[in-house]
């Protein structure tokens, strides 16, 4: 049964690209490119062959590792809704804060936030941000939460 949820999301993900409907691209960007592993793994990251754009599956956009294959990544309006874009700050505080365990991960929550705010307010989107810290991202997706669902689907879609 959620084997074949998966496939069904799968395909409506792939028919929404098809029908050009803007997905995010925030991985295109130079900023991205120079944060640290640990914390790009937050935004996009690839489990078992499948790519994920962890932040559109941590505020719901898309399912666990969005469609594999083909790549699809969250529809913009959905990725910088204003009224998830908290959810998207606690779930890049959580993550980075259990990801990045060498050295200051303070600062690359705040390369990560001030990304993804900026990201979205250069696609047009308002922005309806407070900058969620290690004491207050229990309000948004933890990282062990999410990518303890994503291994349990990939698991049972494998078995």
Known sequence: MIFSAI????????????????????TNLNAYSTMRP???????????????DNIGVAIGCIGCCGSCP???????????????QTNAMSYLS?????????GDYASDISVAQSLYGSYCTSQGYSAEIAAATPANAATGSSYVDL???CFRILV???N
């Open 156 to 158: 049972r879609k494998n």
């Open 94 to 102: 959580s993550c980075i804060s259990h990801g990045c365990t060498v």
């Open 147 to 149: 990518m303890s669902s």
């Open 7 to 26: 496939v069904l999301l799968c395909v409506f993900e792939t028919i929404l690209a098809q029908d050009g409907i803007a997905t995010q691209t925030i």
């Open 70 to 84: 083909p790549y699809t990544a969250a529809t913009l309006d959905c990725y910088c809704r204003v009224d998830l």
């Open 38 to 52: 640990c914390a790009q793994d937050c935004i996009w990251d690839t489990y078992a062959g499948c790519f994920a």
